[in-house]
């Protein structure tokens, strides 16, 4: 099973300011991987595919990198609706697995 | 772009069977699959299992082998997913998504909170 380890866990930041979350892969999985955003009360939503993929409708501010084993996910200047948790998933093999997550939470 | 729109929250007793289903539109239903993914309370996203709606391929995670079963209803573009034997760690809220075989989560259903209690 690959194993996805996020970091930090919880990140605490101001409005306007850039957040860096970080996923790391046991094992290789290529670009087979996605972020997914979930505000509270709410279901989760694919934010990125493809490690750099934004989907539909994501806006320009989220914007993923990476290859292999490491992954992020940046968000250029954070707004009110982006303070949330952060997930990763991998596709490259079965069972498909997610990271434990990234809070964003307001400074 | 496809809508999942699930069955309503449950109450199950320890050791009981729950079953919810997950009613899709606005896509073609057996071009997809459907993976089910669950969250406790305060807790990350576990994947459970996909199907396939075209055929009856389907993985499972092999801490629910043998306590789920994922079927799909081509008829009524309707998937559901039967879970037996709850216990009290199996208060979450459960998840279907629409998924290819080995593929992104898109789009979500609402979510249905399963709580189990005596």
């Known amino acids: 099973e690959i194993v996805l380890t996020q970091s930090p866990a919880t990140l605490s930041l101001s409005p306007g300011e850039r957040a860096s979350l970080s996923c790391r892969a046991s094992?290789?999985?290529?670009?087979?991987l996605a972020w997914y955003q979930q505000r509270p009360g709410q279901a989760p939503r694919l934010l990125i595919y493809?490690?750099?993929k934004r989907a539909a409708g994501i806006p320009a501010r989220f914007s993923g990198s990476g290859s292999g084993t490491d992954f992020t996910v940046t968000i250029s200047s954070l707004e009110p609706e982006d303070f949330a948790v952060y997930y990763c998933?991998?596709?490259?093999?079965?069972?498909?697995?997610f990271g434990g997550g990234t809070k964003v939470e307001i400074k | 772009q496809g809508q999942l729109v699930q069955s309503g929250a449950e109450v199950k007793k320890p050791g009981a069977s729950v079953k919810v289903s997950c009613k899709a539109s606005?896509?073609?239903?057996?071009?997809?699959?459907i993976t089910w993914v669950r969250q406790a309370p305060g807790q990350g996203l576990e994947w459970m299992g996909w199907?396939?709606?075209?055929?009856?391929?389907?993985k499972y995670a092999q801490k629910f082998q043998g306590r789920l079963t994922m079927t799909t209803d081509s008829s009524t573009t309707t998937a559901y997913m039967e879970l037996t034997t709850l216990t009290s760690d199996d208060t979450a809220v459960y998840y279907c998504?629409?998924?290819?075989?080995?593929?992104?989560?898109?789009?979500w259903g609402q979510g249905t909170l399963v709580t189990v209690s005596s």
């Open positions: 998504v629409r998924a290819a075989a080995l593929d992104w989560f898109d789009p």
């Open positions: 606005g896509y073609t239903f057996v071009a997809y699959g």
């Open positions: 199907i396939s709606a075209h055929n009856t391929n389907a």
């Open positions: 094992q290789s999985i290529g670009t087979y």
């Open positions: 493809d490690a750099s």
């Open positions: 998933q991998q596709r490259n093999d079965w069972p498909l697995t």
